[in-house]
């Protein structure tokens, strides 16, 4: 499916800026582009790999989010759902839903299920990941709109292994796309 989506997956990796992090992300410029649904990844999106919650300044973001888009508006999709980021979540961010019991990313099963809970439209529903051949192409495979965040939360001297690991893979995936992107646009 990357490979059959490889176009799609360019052009995100190819208009998304090098150092985007999700805190540069505006809640309110989002909905002003019609945006009425936020999707949002964990690991490297709200805090580093294997954290319970959210990374301190994600904490207001969060708060506008739910002020602007309304807190059933807001979702968690994460392909790693620990009870304790559930239990966090229900605790300090109410009416937030942190979706569970479906195919892992890049199935697009959950923002599927995402989009029949609120009735909206494909492309009013946004997924913000930070992985190419995960998050961005099942949101190509729903046919919703990303922000694809390249700028991670990474935190190498707690959980050295598999942060390496992940940016191990990250790092494969923007190579494999811009090797794409080279053959398809070689005067760019
Ligand atoms: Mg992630």
């Given at each position: 499916?990357?490979?059959?989506?490889?176009?799609?997956?360019?052009?995100?990796?190819?208009?998304?800026?090098?150092?985007?992090?999700?805190?540069?992300?505006?809640?309110?410029?989002?909905?002003?582009?019609?945006?009425?649904?936020?999707?949002?990844?964990?690991?490297?999106?709200?805090?580093?790999?294997?954290?319970?919650?959210?990374?301190?300044?994600?904490?207001?973001?969060?708060?506008?989010?739910?002020?602007?888009?309304?807190?059933?508006?807001?979702?968690?999709?994460?392909?790693?759902?620990?009870?304790?980021?559930?239990?966090?979540?229900?605790?300090?961010?109410?009416?937030?839903?942190?979706?569970?019991?479906?195919?892992?990313?890049?199935?697009?099963?959950?923002?599927?299920?995402?989009?029949?809970?609120?009735?909206?439209?494909?492309?009013?529903?946004?997924?913000?990941?930070?992985?190419?051949?995960?998050?961005?192409?099942?949101?190509?495979?729903?046919?919703?709109?990303?922000?694809?965040?390249?700028?991670?939360?990474?935190?190498?001297?707690?959980?050295?292994?598999?942060?390496m690991f992940f940016m191990v893979l990250r790092f494969l995936?923007?190579?494999?796309?811009?090797?794409?992107?080279?053959?398809?646009?070689?005067?760019?």
């Amino acid at each position: 499916m990357g490979y059959r989506y490889r176009q799609a997956l360019t052009q995100v990796y190819r208009t998304t800026p090098r150092q985007r992090q999700l805190c540069q992300l505006s809640p309110i410029e989002l909905k002003q582009q019609g945006i009425t649904v936020l999707v949002l990844d964990f690991d490297g999106v709200l805090a580093a790999h294997g954290e319970s919650q959210p990374a301190k300044e994600v904490h207001p973001w969060l708060q506008t989010c739910i002020q602007c888009f309304g807190a059933n508006q807001v979702f968690v999709l994460s392909n790693k759902p620990l009870a304790s980021r559930i239990a966090h979540f229900n605790c300090h961010y109410q009416g937030v839903r942190y979706i569970t019991a479906v195919r892992k990313k890049p199935y697009p099963d959950g923002l599927k299920e995402i989009i029949a809970l609120t009735g909206q439209s494909s492309h009013q529903v946004m997924l913000i990941d930070d992985r190419l051949l995960t998050g961005v192409l099942a949101a190509c495979l729903a046919n919703v709109s990303v922000a694809y965040i390249t700028y991670p939360y990474v935190q190498l001297s707690k959980r050295p292994l598999p942060e390496m690991f992940f940016m191990v893979l990250r790092f494969l995936e923007r190579y494999l796309i811009s090797l794409y992107s080279r053959f398809t646009y070689p005067n760019h």
